[in-house]
């Protein structure tokens, strides 16, 4: 993968999306935009992009209760991409495993 594409995300709704509708869901870089995602996937996998959609996804704060105290950190914040791939095209994550 690129640095701008991290990882597919890979969940239940998505490949749900990805059979229905031709969408697929990344996790990019914080500071990537559309154009370098659309030329990113479509050099990777070598298919067609008609759309992207991205989202910035908040970490939360989280608190876990010990024996001796308590600990309070945070997830980190992420931004995600869903790709719509022309119609007929699909992407197979699970080739190179």
């Known amino acids: 993968m690129s640095s701008i594409i991290i990882r597919p995300l890979i969940s239940e709704k998505m490949a749900a999306q990805s059979e229905k509708e031709g969408r697929y869901g990344?996790?990019?870089?914080?500071?990537?935009?559309?154009?370098?995602?659309?030329?990113?996937?479509e050099k990777e996998f070598n298919v067609k992009v008609t759309?992207?959609?991205?989202?910035?996804?908040?970490?939360k704060e989280r608190t876990r209760y010990t024996k001796n105290n308590i600990l309070r950190g945070a997830t980190s914040t992420w931004k995600k991409a869903i790709v719509t791939l022309e119609k007929g095209e699909s992407i197979d994550f699970y080739s190179n495993l």
């Open 51 to 59: 759309g992207i959609r991205t989202m910035i996804v908040r970490g």
């Open 26 to 41: 990344f996790v990019v870089g914080l500071h990537s935009n559309k154009v370098e995602i659309r030329n990113a996937v």
